[in-house]
């Protein structure tokens, strides 16, 4: 099982930036899709944003422009880039590794909180 761990969570105000890392354990980052989804309380836990190992990305609407996903797999970490935030935007970040479709590991989560 792959140990992945975020950080980069905090309180910042509307408009304010963060950048939120995960950094997975194993050898076989390279090949994966690794993606953040974030569950807000009483919500079902969603899609931010994903990128492949070849770097395709998606986001889902509401964050694009402003929000972007990026890779160093010379150190095993994902990062997500988050600009311009919006109070709708708190909820605990998660990130997921999957290899073809297989699901190997999510984190523990991190809070990301967005005051107005």
């Known amino acids: 099982q792959v140990q992945l761990v975020e950080s980069g969570g905090g309180l910042v105000q509307a408009g304010g930036s963060l950048r939120l890392s995960c950094t997975a354990s194993?050898?076989?980052?390279?090949?994966?899709?690794m993606a953040w989804y974030r569950q807000a309380p009483g919500e079902q836990r969603d899609l931010v944003a994903s990128?492949?190992?070849?770097?395709?990305?998606t986001y889902a609407d509401s964050v694009k422009g402003r929000f972007t996903i990026s890779r160093d797999n010379a150190k095993n970490t994902v990062y997500l880039q988050m600009n311009s935030l919006k109070p709708e935007d708190t909820a605990v970040y998660y990130c997921?590794?999957?290899?073809?479709?297989?699901?190997?590991?999510w984190g523990k989560g991190t809070q990301v909180t967005v005051s107005s």
């Open positions: 990128i492949t190992g070849g770097g395709s990305t």
């Open positions: 194993g050898s076989a980052f390279s090949i994966s899709t």
């Open positions: 997921r590794l999957t290899i073809a479709t297989l699901v190997h590991g």
